[in-house]
């Protein structure tokens, strides 16, 4: 059987390694030069040599927000080291690592943008690829399309009145690099996830003043940050150099910094695949990962909150399961309807349509077990939610302090954590 992956950053390294491990015949098509996506730092921010888009959205001063006992593939731990949080280049070495020692590199076909999957009449797959090296189109024919493209590289900017009469400097996170660049401004943040959240802390070194514009539940408490954060509530409108909160205070601002998410976004799938995105939602996914309607193709780390490396290598051995013939899908009808049930519970949850394949803590354990028991493969090891939710709630408790965490696994159900001195 004849599958193609699309793209070589960790969900697609994972999906070629687990085709390997099953035999399967696998092709990489990787639109850059190397492996990694997401974790390779670049200081560019339009386009790359080749005139595409650039793709890694990652930052100068990156540490993760997981520690690397989840950060991991479950059957691939990161070398040994002291501290749990790493910066962005141990993650590239250990994406090297993994490559190297499952033969993975072979099997990619490196500046190879794919520009179109469309099924043929036959249930197979043309893929049209441009090779970046000739300039020329080349098809290929595939029997299974695994699409691991990553969900954080187009921006998604909110839209406010005033924006087009601001005068300062309007910037996505995707385009952030370095602090400096902020030197002496006054800098309005918008939003409260992880990006959010570290830049404030990260270029308030540098700004004058940072304005950080969220609508966490709380209040979170800034102990070790400099005096010059300040938290606001969501924004009302912009003026020429200006910001209006919803709380009617007006503050000066000469930048804007906007840490809202990311689209997600296949311009290279067909009509005729039958997978709809609307706000984030994509449907129809049995599972968030099988496409109800052609279930040769499955779309890899769509979900979000969650442990990204550890749901790729589970939902690629799940679809895997199904795809070499192990276990048989259900039919459609009941693939619908077990992916209503699912939606209709988190409506009823307040998740909004940009939040339809989130998880996050308390859900994510439950979804990690529904996969494992329908694909009738090996489950996420039990540490794995617990260190999770231990994680949230130190970065609740302090985000300045959060990652002096180390944690260190005993056996598969437990963990101990111990706070390193800085
Ligand atoms: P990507 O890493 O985005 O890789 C997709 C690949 O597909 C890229 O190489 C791209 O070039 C290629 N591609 C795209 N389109 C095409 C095409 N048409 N043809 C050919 N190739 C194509 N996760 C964590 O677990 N811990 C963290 O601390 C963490 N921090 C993060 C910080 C930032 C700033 C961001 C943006 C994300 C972070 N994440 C973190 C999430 C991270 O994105 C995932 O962990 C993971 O690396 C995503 O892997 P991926 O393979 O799905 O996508």
């Known amino acids: 059987m004849k599958v193609c992956v699309i793209g070589a950053g960790a969900s697609g390294l994972c999906a070629i390694k687990n085709c390997l491990q099953n035999n399967l015949d696998v092709i990489g098509f990787e639109q850059s030069n190397e492996i990694g996506g997401t974790w390779v730092?670049?200081?560019?921010?339009?386009?790359?040599?080749?005139?595409?888009?650039?793709?890694?959205?990652?930052?100068?001063?990156?540490?993760?927000?997981?520690?690397?006992?989840?950060?991991?593939?479950?059957?691939?731990?990161?070398?040994?080291?002291?501290?749990?949080?790493?910066?962005?280049?141990?993650?590239?070495?250990?994406?090297?690592?993994?490559?190297?020692?499952f033969n993975v590199r072979s099997k990619i076909k490196f500046l190879h943008a794919v520009e179109r999957v469309r099924p043929l009449i036959d249930n197979s797959w043309e893929v049209i690829v441009k090779n970046l090296i000739t300039n020329m189109n080349e098809t290929f024919i595939f029997d299974a399309i695994l699409v691991c493209t990553g969900h954080f590289n187009v921006p998604h900017i909110p839209k406010f009145e005033g924006q087009k009469t601001f005068r300062g400097r309007q910037i996505h996170s995707h385009k952030y690099r370095v602090p400096k660049t902020f030197h002496n401004e006054r800098v309005l943040v918008i939003g409260g996830s992880s990006s959010g959240t570290d830049l404030a802390r990260e270029i308030s070194n540098d700004a004058n003043l940072v304005l950080w514009s969220h609508h966490l539940k709380e209040q979170v408490d800034l102990k070790a940050i400099k005096n010059n954060v300040i938290q606001k509530p969501d924004i009302s409108r912009l003026t020429e150099n200006g910001v209006f909160?919803?709380?009617?205070?007006?503050?000066?601002?000469?930048?804007?910094?906007?840490?809202?998410?990311?689209?997600?976004?296949?311009?290279?799938?067909?009509?005729?695949?039958?997978?709809?995105?609307?706000?984030?939602?994509?449907?129809?996914?049995?599972?968030?990962?099988?496409?109800?309607?052609?279930?040769?193709?499955?779309?890899?780390?769509?979900?979000?909150?969650?442990?990204?490396?550890?749901?790729?290598?589970?939902?690629?051995r799940f679809y895997l399961k199904f795809l070499i013939g192990e276990k048989s899908l259900p039919s459609r009808e009941l693939m619908l309807l077990d992916t209503e049930k699912d939606m209709n519970e988190r409506w009823q949850r307040g998740?909004?349509?940009?939040?339809?394949?989130?998880?996050?803590?308390?859900?994510?354990?439950?979804?990690?077990?529904?996969?494992?028991?329908?694909?009738?493969?090996?489950?996420?090891?039990?540490?794995?939610t617990k260190m999770y939710s231990e994680n949230q709630q130190n970065r609740k408790r302090d985000i300045t302090t959060f990652r002096n965490y180390k944690f260190t696994i005993i056996n598969d159900e437990t963990f101990k954590t111990q706070l390193l001195l800085e």
Request: glycine share 4%.
């Open 41 to 101: 730092y670049t200081d560019k921010i339009d386009k790359d040599e080749r005139g595409l888009d650039i793709h890694s959205s990652m930052y100068k001063g990156l540490y993760t927000n997981l520690p690397k006992e989840l950060m991991c593939f479950p059957d691939f731990p990161f070398p040994p080291q002291e501290k749990s949080f790493l910066p962005a280049s141990d993650v590239l070495s250990y994406l090297k690592l993994y490559v190297d020692t």
């Open 245 to 316: 909160f919803k709380d009617g205070t007006f503050e000066m601002i000469t930048t804007v910094l906007y840490c809202t998410g990311y689209e997600f976004t296949f311009p290279f799938l067909s009509i005729d695949c039958n997978l709809s995105c609307f706000e984030n939602y994509v449907q129809p996914l049995y599972k968030h990962c099988i496409n109800i309607n052609r279930p040769s193709m499955a779309i890899v780390g769509i979900i979000f909150n969650n442990c990204p490396f550890q749901t790729f290598d589970l939902q690629i």
């Open 351 to 384: 998740l909004s349509t940009r939040k339809a394949h989130s998880f996050g803590d308390g859900y994510q354990n439950d979804y990690y077990k529904d996969l494992a028991v329908t694909a009738d493969i090996q489950p996420i090891k039990q540490y794995v």
